[in-house]
C-alpha cells in the first residue's frame, strides 16, 4: 500500500495532496518552460519594440533635424542671426543623412513611399546648390529652394506617419500576444497572469515613450522662431505655438485659440486672398498653400509673413478636418528685397543721367548694357548697341586686344587711356575710356565709361598752338626776358636776351644771372629778388650798364600755393628813349614858359579890369567920404559901399587862390539840397529878372563831404556864366540826384570813375558851345566873353573846387541847344542828412588891455591894424621888419602878451623871426597873417609853435576874434 501510496503520492500535512516531484518538477519545468517561452517572448517583443521605437525614434529626431536645420538655412542671411548659412547647409545635410539611415532600417514604410523620398532628397540637393551658387539671384532661388523643401518635407511627413502606423501595429500585434500569455498563464499555475502583467506593465512604458517623444517634438518646435499652427477645423479650435505670437511681439501665453485671431491681424488690403487661400485648402482644391501677406504686430507696425499650411485630415467628402502649418517673418527679406530694388532703380538712374557714355561688355565683349548717353554720343539705338560687340565701336578693341584688356583687369583695379569710337555715321570721336571689372550673379563684366573730349583735345590744340604763338611773342620782343627762380638761376631767356650777352638761350639755362652781372649790378639786383620774394610786389627800377640805360621791370610769378615761385624779368634799352625824354623835357620847358607868358598877359588884362572897377569903387566912394568928412557931414553909406568894393577884390583874390589850388578846403558832411537852396536865394538876385531859375532836389539825396562855401562858389559860378549865355532870357535848372556811375570819364581830368555819387547839374537853354570850345573851358584864362568882360578863371575855379572835393566834373552841349554841366560828388555811406550851418551871427567885439607887438613891412596896413587893435584898448607897438621884432621883444622889459605877425616880409621873414623871438622865450605866443591859406610857411609857422593864424586881408571883427582867442589861450585860425 506503502508503495502504492509512494507511487500515489502523499498529501501534505496540511490536508493538501502532495504532487508527485515529477509531476511537481514537470509543473514547475513546465512552469518554468511557460515562463522561460514568456519571458523569451517577452524578451522578444521587448526587443522586437525597443527597436522599432528607436528607430521611430531616428526617424523622429532625424525630421525634427530636417525642420531646425532648413529653418537655421533660412535664418542665416538675417542680420543678427547667431548661426551662419553654413552651419544651417551643415545641420541640414547631416539630417538627411540621418534620415535615409533611419529610413533604410525602418520596417513598415512602402517602398514607393522611400522612393519617393529619395527622389525629393536629390532634387532638393539640386536647389540647395543652385541656391549657394546663385550670387545677386539669391533671393528667386531661395524661393526655389523653399519650395524643394515643402516637398521632401511631405514626403518625410509620409515617412514619418507610416513609420508611425508599424509601431502601433506592433504595439497592437504584441499586445496579442500578451493576452495569449496570460491565458496560459491561467491554464498554467497563473504564470501567464503575470507575464500579461508585466507585457501591459512594458506597454505602458512603451506609449509613455511615445508621449514623451510627441512632447519633444511639440518642445522642438516651440522653441524655434517661426510660428506653428494647428488648425480643428470641425471645432474650429486653433493651437498657436509660443514663437507664433512671439513673432509679432505679442505676450506667447496670449489666450486665442481661434482661426478669427490670425484673421483680425491681417493687412485689408492682404485678407481677402488670405482668407481665400485658406478656404481653398479647405475644400480640397489644393493640398496645401504658401502665401505672402502682412500682419499686425504689437507694436502697431505691419509684419511680413510667409505662410504655409497643409491639410493632414481630410472627412470621406475630401473637406480638411485638420490643417497643420507654419509662419514665418520674412519682413527683413521684403526689406532687403525692396532695398535691392531701390539700389537697382537708382543705379540705372545714375547710369542714364551720366554725361559719359557707359558700356557694359563681357569676356567676349558682347556689349551687356548701355545708358542713355552712349546711345546719344554715338547715335545709335539701344537695341543696336545691344546687338554689337565692343570691338564693333572701338576698331582699336579688334584682333583680340580687347581679351589682352581683360585679362589685365583685376578687381579694384581699372584701366584708363585714350582711344577713339565710331559713330554711326562712320566718324571717329576721340574719348577717354576707364575700365573696371564688375561680378553681377557670379558673372564677371566689364564695366566702361566713355568720356568725350573732343572739345579737351581742341583745347590742348590751342593750348599747344597758343604755346607756339607765345614762344614766337617770347622771342619777337625787342626786349630782353629772363624767367628766373628764387636763386636767380635763369630758367628760360628769349633770343633777344641770349644775343644781346653772345649766347643761344640754351647756354644760359640753368646758370646764374648775378654771376654774368658786374659785382654792384648783381648786389642791386640779388636785393630786388628778395623784396620780391618778400613782399610779394613786382618793382620797376634802372640801371646803367656798358655805357647803356636799361629800365628794369621784375614781377612775381605766383605757384600752386600762392608763393612766389618765380620771376619774370623784363629788361629794355631805354638810352634813346631817354634822350629823347630829356629833350622833350627842354622843349616843354620852353613851351610852358612861352605859355605862362601868354597867360600872364591874358590874366593882367582880365585881373585889371576887375581890380579897375573894384578900385573905381573904392576911389570913388573914399572921395565922397573925404569930401563929406571936410564938410563935416559923415554918410555911412558910402563907406559901406568902400568895404563892399574891398570884399568883392578879397573874393578876387580868392578866386585866384583856389585856381592855384591854394586855399584850405574846409570839408564837413552836408546836405547839397540845402546848400543848392541857399545858394540860389543869392543867385536869385544876381542874374536877370528875365531868367527863370527852376530847383529839382530829388529827396532822400546822399549826404557828401564838401565846404559849404566853395559849394556857394560853384553854384554862382556856373550859374552866372548859364546867365551871361541868355543874353534874351531862359530857364536856368539846377538839379540834384543820386547816381551809380560805372567806368564813366571825367571831361576835366581824363580819368575814369565808377561807385556812388551825387550829382550837381546846372542846365541852361541859351546859345551852347561847339566841340572846340567844351574841350578847352577849363582852361585858366580861357573865355569866350568879349575882351574885358572876363578873366577866364570861372570854371577853371570851379574845377579847382570840384578836385579838392575828390569829385568829377562833366559837360553837355550843343551849339543853339543849350549847356548843362554836371558834377559828381562822393556819396557818404551815412544816410543821415546834416544840415548846412547858417551863418553864425556876429558876435560882439572884444578887446583887452594887453600888450601887443605888430609886424608887418606894409606900412599902410601896419597903421590900419593898429588902429583896429588900439580901438579895441590894447597897447601895441608896430615895427616893420622881423629883425626889428626880435630887437623890440628882448629890449621891452615890460614883455608882449602877444606878437602878430605877417610871413611875408623882406629879409628874415615872419617864420624865421618867430622862431627866433620862441628861443629866446619859449612861453611867447605869435599869432601869424598871410595873405595864404595853410600853405607851406603857414603850416609850417602852426607846426613850429603859432598860437594862430588870421587870413589877410581881415576885417576889424575877425582880427579882434582871432587875437582875443590867441590870448585866452585857444588856437585859431581866421580863414
Excluded at 537 to 565: C, K, L, N
Aim: charged share 25%.
Amino acid at each position: 500500500m506503502k508503495s502504492a501510496a509512494d507511487k500515489t503520492g502523499q498529501r501534505s500535512a496540511s490536508g493538501r495532496p502532495r504532487h508527485s516531484p515529477l509531476w511537481i518538477w514537470g509543473v514547475f519545468l513546465l512552469a518554468f518552460l511557460i515562463c522561460a517561452a514568456i519571458a523569451w517572448m517577452h524578451a522578444q517583443g521587448r526587443e522586437t519594440m525597443r527597436a522599432a521605437l528607436g528607430r521611430f525614434e531616428n526617424i523622429r529626431q532625424a525630421r525634427i533635424d530636417l525642420s531646425k536645420g532648413f529653418l537655421h538655412l533660412s535664418l542665416g542671411e538675417e542680420p543678427g542671426a547667431p548661426f551662419g548659412q553654413a552651419e544651417g547647409v551643415a545641420l541640414l545635410r547631416q539630417a538627411l543623412a540621418s534620415f535615409e539611415d533611419a529610413l533604410q532600417r525602418q520596417a513598415g514604410v512602402e517602398g514607393q513611399t522611400a522612393e519617393e523620398f529619395r527622389h525629393k532628397v536629390d532634387a532638393f540637393d539640386a536647389s540647395l546648390e543652385r541656391w549657394k551658387n546663385a550670387g545677386q539671384a539669391k533671393a528667386g532661388q531661395a524661393v526655389a529652394l523653399r519650395v524643394a523643401f515643402n516637398d521632401l518635407e511631405r514626403r518625410a511627413d509620409a515617412i514619418d506617419l507610416q513609420a508611425q502606423r508599424h509601431v502601433m501595429e506592433l504595439s497592437r500585434r504584441l499586445d496579442l500576444q500578451f493576452g495569449l500569455a496570460v491565458v496560459a498563464a491561467t491554464l498554467l499555475l497563473g504564470l501567464v497572469g503575470v507575464a500579461v502583467y508585466l507585457a501591459d506593465r512594458r506597454r505602458i512604458a512603451l506609449e509613455d515613450d511615445l508621449r514623451h517623444s510627441e512632447t519633444r517634438f511639440r518642445l522642438a518646435m516651440e522653441a524655434t522662431s517661426d510660428g506653428l499652427w494647428d488648425w480643428n477645423v470641425a471645432s474650429g479650435e486653433v493651437y498657436y505655438s509660443p514663437g507664433y505670437w512671439r513673432m509679432l511681439g505679442y505676450d506667447p501665453d496670449r489666450s486665442g485659440q481661434r482661426i478669427q485671431d490670425w484673421s483680425d491681424l491681417l493687412h485689408p488690403d492682404d485678407r481677402a486672398l488670405a482668407t481665400r487661400t485658406n478656404q481653398d485648402c479647405v475644400e480640397n482644391r489644393v493640398p496645401g498653400f504658401e502665401i505672402e501677406f502682412r500682419a499686425r504686430a504689437a507694436d502697431g507696425a505691419w509684419r511680413w509673413i510667409l505662410g504655409r499650411g497643409k491639410a493632414v485630415e481630410r472627412a470621406a467628402d475630401g473637406l480638411a478636418l485638420r490643417i497643420i502649418g507654419t509662419h514665418v517673418d520674412i519682413t527683413a527679406r521684403k526689406q532687403a528685397e525692396t532695398t535691392l530694388r531701390d539700389s537697382e532703380t537708382r543705379f540705372r538712374s545714375l547710369v542714364d543721367q551720366a554725361a559719359d557714355a557707359f558700356f557694359l561688355t563681357d569676356a567676349q565683349g558682347r556689349i551687356q548694357d548701355v545708358n542713355r548717353a552712349a546711345c546719344a554720343i554715338l547715335a545709335y539705338e539701344r537695341d543696336e548697341l545691344l546687338a554689337m560687340a565692343i570691338a564693333d565701336i572701338d576698331p582699336a578693341m579688334a584682333g583680340g586686344r580687347y581679351e589682352e584688356l581683360w585679362r589685365r583687369l583685376t578687381p579694384g583695379h581699372g584701366q584708363r587711356f585714350e582711344t577713339r569710337h565710331r559713330k554711326k555715321d562712320g566718324s571717329l570721336l576721340p574719348v577717354e575710356l576707364s575700365v573696371g571689372l564688375l561680378e553681377v550673379g557670379g558673372q564677371r563684366l566689364a564695366q566702361s565709361l566713355a568720356r568725350d573730349i573732343s572739345e579737351r583735345k581742341l583745347a590742348e590744340e590751342r593750348i599747344r598752338e597758343s604755346s607756339r604763338r607765345i614762344t614766337a611773342l617770347f622771342n619777337a620782343t625787342s626786349d630782353s626776358v629772363i624767367l628766373l627762380d628764387p636763386d636767380c638761376t635763369i630758367l628760360a631767356i628769349n633770343e633777344h636776351g641770349a644775343r644781346r650777352r653772345g649766347l643761344r638761350p640754351e647756354d644760359l639755362v640753368g646758370q646764374s644771372l648775378c654771376e654774368r652781372l658786374p659785382p654792384e649790378t648783381a648786389r642791386i639786383r640779388s636785393a630786388k629778388v628778395e623784396h620780391i620774394l618778400r613782399t610779394g610786389q613786382p618793382t620797376v627800377f634802372e640801371e646803367d650798364r656798358d655805357g647803356r640805360h636799361y629800365m628794369i621791370r621784375m614781377f612775381p610769378v605766383p605757384g600752386a600755393d600762392g608763393e612766389v615761385a618765380q620771376i619774370a624779368s623784363f629788361s629794355r634799352d631805354i638810352t634813346e628813349s631817354k634822350q629823347a625824354e630829356a629833350e622833350k623835357v627842354k622843349l616843354e620847358g620852353q613851351l610852358m614858359q612861352a605859355r605862362k607868358m601868354e597867360a600872364i598877359g591874358v590874366m593882367a588884362g582880365g585881373v585889371a579890369h576887375d581890380f579897375n572897377n573894384i578900385l573905381g569903387a573904392i576911389l570913388g566912394y573914399a572921395e565922397m567920404a573925404l569930401q563929406d568928412a571936410k564938410t563935416k557931414r559923415a554918410n555911412p553909406a558910402d563907406l559901406e559901399q568902400i568895404v563892399k568894393a574891398g570884399e568883392r577884390g578879397k573874393q578876387l583874390v580868392r578866386q585866384i587862390l583856389t585856381f592855384s589850388r591854394k586855399v584850405e578846403v574846409d570839408l564837413r558832411p552836408l546836405d547839397l539840397n540845402q546848400a543848392v537852396s541857399q545858394a540860389a536865394q543869392l543867385l536869385e538876385k544876381t542874374i536877370p529878372r528875365m531868367i527863370g531859375l527852376e530847383l529839382e532836389l530829388i529827396r532822400r539825396l546822399r549826404p557828401i563831404n564838401a565846404d559849404a562855401n566853395q559849394l556857394e562858389q560853384i553854384l554862382l559860378n556856373l550859374g552866372v556864366n548859364a546867365a551871361d549865355a541868355m543874353p534874351d532870357g531862359g530857364l536856368l535848372r539846377i538839379r540834384t540826384e543820386n547816381v551809380v556811375v560805372e567806368n564813366r570819364s571825367c571831361l576835366a581830368c581824363g580819368r575814369t570813375f565808377s561807385g556812388q555819387y551825387v550829382s550837381l547839374s546846372v542846365s541852361d537853354t541859351g546859345q551852347g558851345m561847339d566841340r572846340q570850345t567844351i574841350e578847352r573851358i577849363f582852361e585858366p584864362f580861357f573865355t569866350t566873353k568879349p575882351k574885358g568882360k572876363g578873366t577866364g578863371l570861372g570854371l577853371a575855379t570851379v574845377y579847382g573846387i570840384v578836385l579838392g572835393h575828390g569829385g568829377h566834373i562833366d559837360c553837355h552841349s550843343e551849339l543853339g541847344q543849350g549847356t548843362t554841366f554836371t558834377v559828381f560828388f562822393p556819396a557818404l555811406q551815412s544816410q543821415s542828412t546834416p544840415a548846412v550851418e547858417a551863418d553864425a551871427p556876429a558876435r560882439a567885439v572884444v578887446g583887452g588891455r594887453e600888450r601887443l607887438l605888430l609886424v608887418d613891412d606894409e606900412a599902410a596896413i601896419r597903421d590900419v591894424t593898429a588902429r583896429m587893435l588900439e580901438s579895441a584898448g590894447y597897447q601895441v607897438r608896430a615895427v616893420a621888419s622881423g629883425e626889428l621884432a626880435i630887437e623890440a621883444y628882448r629890449q621891452d622889459e615890460a614883455g608882449f602878451d602877444l606878437v602878430l605877425m605877417d610871413m611875408s616880409m623882406p629879409g628874415m621873414g615872419g617864420r624865421k623871426a618867430m622862431l627866433a623871438i620862441m628861443a629866446g622865450d619859449p612861453a611867447a605866443r605869435v599869432l601869424i597873417a598871410s595873405g595864404y591859406a595853410a600853405d607851406g610857411q603857414v603850416q609850417a609857422a602852426l607846426e613850429g609853435g603859432a598860437v594862430g593864424y588870421v587870413a589877410k586881408p581881415f576885417r576889424r571883427t575877425e582880427l579882434l576874434a582871432a587875437v582875443r582867442a590867441a590870448l585866452e589861450g585857444g588856437q585859431t585860425g581866421v580863414f
